[in-house]
Each structure stands twice: as structure tokens, then as C-alpha cells.
Nanobody
Framework: QIQLVESGGGSVQSGGSLRLSCTASGYTISSGCMAWFRQAPKMQREGVAS???????NYADSVKGRFTISQDNPKNTLYLQMNSLRPEDTAMYYC?????????????????????WGQGTQVTVSS
């Protein structure tokens, strides 16, 4: 059974930083692709950052230059460093297993192609 446990969320002021972590069990994150999604209240879940099959990071336009995705394979942990946070970044952030690297394609994210979701960690940015 695959489990993803996120941590690192919290409340910060605009311009602040947070680092999210996602530790996987029952699955080796280097065997497929991993991604971060987020969902604000009353909004659809949207892709934030991911690795493609070649290990190249991809980002949503709204976070480019501010967020950095990384992973530590020996620790089986995915990270999301978030800098210059804005109130519009406020959302529940979810770690995702994308076993066959299908959840990101051609600049678009497809949450319906995600195989396993974490429970989420809340990020709140105040102005």
C-alpha cells in the first residue's frame, strides 16, 4: 500500500517562504514521476510542479521562478521550496505519485491521471 505523508505547511505573510516535504512508503519515488498539486476553496485542483520521465522539472506559470521542486531518493522524499509567497498561493497542497509520468503533458496538468494522493498540507499566505 502506497502512502504519502506531507508536512511543512503553515501560515506566512506575503513574501515569506515555506518548504513542503512528502515522504513516501510502499513506493520508490525514483521509479516513476512525482508532482505537487494544490486546491484552493471552491477551485479545481491544479498542478504546481512535477518531474517528467527524464527527471526535468516543470512548473505552472503562476509559480515559475518562485517555487522549486526537488527530491531526495535515498530518503524517498519529495520537496517543494516556495519563496516569495503570495496570498493567491493559499491552498491545500498535495503530493502525488504519477507512476507512468502521464499527469503532466504539453504544459498541462491532468490530476485525473494521478495514481496516489497524499492527505494534503495547508498553506495560508496573508497580505
Amino acid at each position: 500500500q502506497i502512502q504519502l505523508v506531507e508536512s511543512g505547511g503553515g501560515s506566512v505573510q506575503s513574501g515569506g517562504s515555506l518548504r513542503l516535504s512528502c515522504t513516501a512508503s510502499g513506493y520508490t519515488i525514483s521509479s516513476g514521476c512525482m508532482a505537487w498539486f494544490r486546491q484552493a476553496p471552491k477551485m479545481q485542483r491544479e498542478g504546481v510542479a512535477s518531474f517528467d520521465a527524464k527527471g526535468i522539472p516543470n512548473y505552472a506559470d503562476s509559480v515559475k521562478g518562485r517555487f522549486t521542486i526537488s527530491q531526495d531518493n535515498p530518503k524517498n522524499t519529495l520537496y517543494l521550496q516556495m519563496n516569495s509567497l503570495r496570498p493567491e498561493d493559499t491552498a491545500m497542497y498535495y503530493c502525488a505519485v504519477d507512476r507512468y509520468c502521464l499527469a503532466y503533458s504539453g504544459g498541462w496538468y491532468y490530476p485525473q491521471r494521478v495514481d496516489v494522493w497524499g492527505q494534503g498540507t495547508q498553506v495560508t499566505v496573508s497580505s
